[in-house]
């Protein structure tokens, strides 16, 4: 007497079949958008197809790769897809970009555990606005799907860049001399190490992942609502004048606020019904009136200049915009009235 073993199907081995052409169907029409003329076809070839543009007398293909780094593991864990694409077509890009190469076309690689179609769209579609941005066509890609390589529906994500340059015009160093000024542009913020470092801190200091982003709602709800009812101490630093009102509510009573900054004005009225104690530091008193403890300034401004070498004081975040035009005009503009802007806004040439 025999007996059978059970057919098994790829599904029952954890690859879903359905469920990548399912996400190819959904992602045809962010690839479509991206589209170059040079691109010859769409998604779903063995290989991708795309001409040199016009115009090059002696085009050379630059060529990078890249991923984001464990970036990753906050979008998973805030369950955040939507801008983790994005992020990897700039990784990829910039490296391009820096060698005064044009972005051509770009092929990402999606591998996970178990394909979530909504997530992987999700991240694509990031991807696809981050091509949008850069001008280059999403021409294709890899979504790998590896039970027992990754757990459950997390995913690793990689990129790959083509772009092309004319070969006069290659940006390599190699004409970097004795002279050259040297530009230095603000970071716009963390990036693939800089994330590894955030999560280490964020579980050495048992911090809450959930951070407060106030995005112009009262500092004092948004408190409430992660269950800090009140603070003992609040360091303001800037615009204390327009924010008093909120640190006040804030404060609990016979709280500290300690002011670094020199408001035009300040109602400490606001201050008696809690009977909050104030505590300013203007860092010139010292040097104007020549007081007895002036050795004092000194220390502050040596520890100042330490904690800026050692990278812990960063420079003031700042916003580059590009171009002066009508529509970065307007776009600076409404961004300065809506309170959250950050740092300097950079405009420059016409």
């Not at 004319?166 to 001399?177: C, N």
């Not at 408001?263 to 040097?287: C, N, V």
Request: net charge negative; aromatic share 4%.
């Amino acid at each position: 007497m025999s007996s059978k073993q059970p057919s098994l199907s790829y599904k029952d081995a954890g690859v879903d079949i359905d469920a990548g052409e399912a996400l190819v169907e959904r992602i045809k029409g962010v690839a479509k958008r991206t589209a170059r003329p040079e691109v010859m076809g769409g998604l779903g070839g063995f290989g991708a197809l795309c001409e040199i543009p016009a115009g090059y007398k002696q085009p050379v293909l630059v060529s990078g790769t890249d991923g984001v780094g464990t970036k990753l593991r906050l979008a998973l864990n805030l369950n955040k897809h939507d801008s983790i694409g994005q992020d990897l077509v700039a990784m990829c890009v910039n490296d391009l970009v820096v060698c005064g190469a044009e972005p051509l076309f770009f092929l990402d690689y999606y591998a996970t555990g178990k394909l979530n179609v909504d997530v992987a769209a999700t991240v694509v579609t990031g991807i696809g606005a981050g091509c949008e941005l850069a001008g280059c066509s999403l021409v294709g890609g890899e979504t790998a799907e590896m039970p027992g390589m990754y757990e459950g529906e997390d995913y690793d994500l990689a990129g790959f860049c083509v772009g092309v340059v004319e070969k006069a015009e290659i940006i390599d160093g190699s004409r970097v001399q004795a002279g050259d000024a040297l530009i230095a542009l603000p970071s716009s913020g963390p990036h693939s190490n800089g994330y590894s470092l955030i999560r280490k801190i964020i579980e050495v200091s048992g911090a809450d992942i959930e951070q407060v982003q106030l995005d112009g709602k009262p500092l004092a709800e948004e408190l409430k609502r992660i269950g800090v009812a009140e603070v003992s101490h609040v360091a303001s630093l800037t615009h204390t004048d327009q924010h008093l009102e909120q640190i006040v509510a804030a404060l609990r009573p016979q709280g500290r606020l300690a002011l670094i900054d020199d408001p035009a004005s300040l109602d400490i009225g606001k201050l008696k019904q809690k009977s909050l104690s104030l505590h300013w530091e203007f860092m010139y008193t010292r040097s104007m009136f020549q007081t007895d403890d002036m050795i004092e300034q000194h220390r502050l401004l040596e520890r100042v200049a330490g904690l800026i070498d050692e990278g812990v004081l960063k420079t003031t975040v700042g916003e580059h915009f590009g171009r002066i035009d009508a529509a970065n005009l307007r776009r600076a503009h409404a961004l300065l009235e809506s309170g959250r802007a950050k740092g300097k806004i950079v405009l420059e040439g016409f």
